[in-house]
């Protein structure tokens, strides 16, 4: 053999024990890794003997279940007064973000009249959801809790436009003088495969009048194809991106100087996960409050939410994620505004929350919760979700101690 060769095979080996030190040495990291962990986490986690840990117990610890309880609480909610008293036949729901203007709070909500059908009566003028045929209204309130009703803030756009047989789901920036709602609009006809996008509306005053733009800020992503021709939602050749049916509950924050439009996103075809529906969120970005605006890379940010609410706090985001998803009940973190971390999981959380824009909330993580407008079903035994009422409702959020 050459010294040549034995010089090779000398390389060859030392580079494999290199590697396979590498390797044990890394494995071994990976085995010590609990010693992060200090003598007091063990102990929160009731964790008797660390080198014997169950697999929740190793949930726990990664998870830091052991950790955050100021975040955690449990919400109460209360009926109102005024015109947010329930009103049989008008549908009250999805309220917006509560500005205080001039010692009087404001808030825009989805307004409707008429019964409820559901799809599949082959009427294309029959009323299918309770936000179907609605209009964007507000109302105002010297204390928050009796609400005086002052009419349409933005309705229905003329027939073939995009926004011709719905605008609903309504959030509030106010920013440098000028208020900005965005909400979402369906162009008729409203079937179970419409698609729906996000529409922006600007006032220099909370009482109008609303200057509504010409053409969505949002749409769905473009990317999914039907199967046949069936009006049937379930049925894909492609599904597409986590958006690629509907782009839903709008909500814009301004943030290290750009405009984050938060977003839900609906998937054609929708699956189940293993928290039930596959509900997720993204993010579009733009310099200009109206755009363009430009959806995140890292979409979706959420694996779970039937709605959300977000607000900032230091100099990240909490959101609370609602109904739907495995991480449904749940508040996470955010130091960027996009990569979110939970940090509690609380039980009932209300529907479509409006916070409070006036409240500190930096005092505590969850201080922007003190008070703020939900929404409720109101609906007869043994029927449909979608064939009741809705009415506005008063939410609060109490950090619950041990022995409460």
Known sequence: ????????????????VGLLC?????????????????????????????????????????????????????????NLGGDFAYEEGVIRRDPSRVLLIND??????????????????????????????SEI???????????????????????????????????????????????????????????????MAVAETPDGPWKV?????????????????????????????????????????????????????????????SGGREIRWGVAISDKPEGPYKK???NPITQSGHEICIWQHKHGMVMISTDDGPEAGTVQWSDDGINFDIRAYIAKTPDAMGLVDSLDSEAHPMAALEWGLSHEYIVAPDQPWWSGGNAIQRFEFNAVNVHD
């Not at 009731?46 to 975040?71: C, G, Q």
């Open 296 to 298: 995140s890379r890292a």
């Open 213 to 273: 733009l010409d053409a969505p800020i949002l749409t769905p992503a473009a990317n999914g194809e039907w199967l046949g021709e069936e009006d049937n939602r379930f049925a894909v050749i492609k599904q597409g991106d986590f958006d690629s049916h509907k782009v839903h509950d709008p909500t814009l924050m301004f943030y290290k100087g750009q405009f984050y439009l938060y977003y839900k996103g609906e998937r054609m075809g929708e699956r189940l996960t």
């Open 104 to 133: 009087m709070y404001y808030t825009w909500y989805t307004r409707s009249t008429g019964e409820t059908k559901g799809f599949g009566t082959g009427d294309p003028e029959a009323k299918v959801f309770p936000w179907d045929k």
């Open 137 to 199: 209204w507000y109302a105002t309130s010297k204390d928050g809790w009796v609400w005086d009703e002052k009419g349409p803030a933005v309705v229905r756009g003329e027939t073939g436009r995009y926004d011709d047989r719905s605008v609903f789901t309504p959030e509030i920036l106010a920013h440098d003088g000028k208020y900005y709602l965005v909400y979402q609009a369906i162009k008729a006809p409203y079937n179970d495969r419409a698609k729906n996008t996000v529409g």
């Open 22 to 78: 590498a390797c044990s040495s890394y494995e071994n990291v990976g085995e010590k890794s609990p010693t992060k962990y200090t003598q007091a986490d063990y102990d929160y986690l009731a964790i008797t003997d660390p080198k014997h840990m169950s697999l929740a117990s190793k949930r726990a610890l990664a998870r830091n279940y052991h950790k955050y309880e100021e975040w955690f609480g449990r919400f109460t909610v209360y």
């Open 1 to 16: 053999m050459s010294i040549v060769m034995i010089k090779l095979i000398k390389i060859f080996t030392l580079s494999v």
